[in-house]
């Protein structure tokens, strides 16, 4: 492990979260508030700290998938601990694991909170707590990658720990570019947002909150009964297709930028995204039809609801733990199956669960015929061996931490669904659960080891594990480096 290089880069990116401090801190003085002080506080702070960890360039440069995990890891624990301190400075979230919890859920875009009232922050507060879901969407390290100079050798392995998804790849040769397109679409997508939102008579500050809440799939509102406090249909359907947008892989819109549309649309996990929310969307709709009425009109809330899970966004505009057991029970199988990989979307990512699928069926088929020899594809493209083993090794990873995660917060005294649920929605990213920590709940009565196990959760779940675990391994492969060279 290249500890200096690891150091040296994690200074490097906690710099650039000094430079994003002073977006609120400008909203903070155009609204002549006093909490603008404290973005300076913690933009100081973070520029102290990324100097002293970048002052001195490293003799040795190599950057390999460890290092690049480790930075990964280091970078995104620092943007929280350093992000929570304007909350906890102002006294606006008294606690400070309160206000860790806030901004680890904005950065891993989850959206889960501990606030009984949001309207009760101030503007420069309300934005810098949804304006890091809009940072964390794409990556904390891609925003990186995309204005520092770095080599195409190093960065790639910093992507591919923080990209979402079991494939990574680059767009074009150079990595920093493939950023820059990137972030060109995500702001793109997120302008054309903005103006329709304002358009719909939705006021600029609410419109700018909406966007980053949705671009970043994270939830946070700046209303207590987020999205339906505005209780307008055009609204609803904006935010509901922008979601699902902002839950495609990005990949598929620099196709359409090419006019590659055959490589776009045949596309198969967008098929069995679009599929499967629409399948979903339509179900629930029939199912809560009697509670409003008509079709179309269940059809709003349960297509809002279905995009907003299963891109693991996290907005409501109704209280969908009052709905069905069955629309209930649509909704929590969504929380794990995700959205699309390399998009900002969280949970197993469709991709994943494709690939899952399809090796499980060719191991019963070589069950029913031994000397059979087959391979599993995407989009008629066989995919590795170490792929399809990565995949089987994430979910197994998975399931034994949301067990895990699930036996803790059970000692709160919480009943089963809340636990559980809680824990699905940290750990996929998406915010809202059911029973008390639903739509119109909050975090804020879990204990201290619960809150503490959930924000794991929540990185866990952005960064998909292993990044996180050679984060805190970090430490240990030093120790075990010394006692090598002794």
Sequence with gaps: MNRAMVLYFTGRIIKVEAALLMLPFVVALGYKEKTAVFFLIAAALALSLGWALSRKKPADQAIYAKEGFAVVALAWVAFSAIGALPFYLSGCIPSYLDSL????SGFTTTGSSILASVEELPYGMLFWRSFTHWVGGMGVLVFAMAVMPLSDRRSMHMMRAEVPGPIVGKLVPKMRDTAKILYSIYFGLSLIMFVLLIL?????????????????????????????????????????????LFGVNFN??????????????????????????TSASIMIALDIMPEFGSFFTSLRYSAFQVSTIMTTTGFATTDFNLWPAFSKNILILLMFIGASAGSTGGGLKVSRLLIIAKATRNEIRKMLHPRMVSSV??????LSPETVNSAYMYLAMYVFIAAVSVAIITLDG??????????????NNIGPGLGAVG????????SHLSKIVLIADMLLGRLEIFPLLFGISFPVLKKQRRSANN
Aim: charged share 15%.
């Design 377 to 382: 594809s995407m989009d008629e493209k066989p």
């Design 101 to 104: 919890f806030e901004t680890v």
């Design 439 to 446: 739509p119109t709940s909050n975090f804020g009565a879990m």
């Design 414 to 427: 919480f009943d089963f669904e809340t636990s559980f649920t809680a824990m699905a929605a940290c750990f």
């Design 252 to 277: 598929l819109y620099y196709f359409l930028l090419l006019r590659n549309f055959k490589a776009a649309f045949k596309n198969e996990e967008l098929l069995w995204y679009v599929g499967i929310m």
């Design 200 to 244: 719909g008579g939705m006021p600029i500050f609410d419109s700018a909150i909406h966007v980053f809440g949705t671009a970043g799939t994270g939830g946070f509102s700046c209303k207590n009964s987020s999205v339906g406090f505005y209780d307008s249909a055009y609204i609803d359907w904006v935010i509901t297709i922008f979601m699902a």
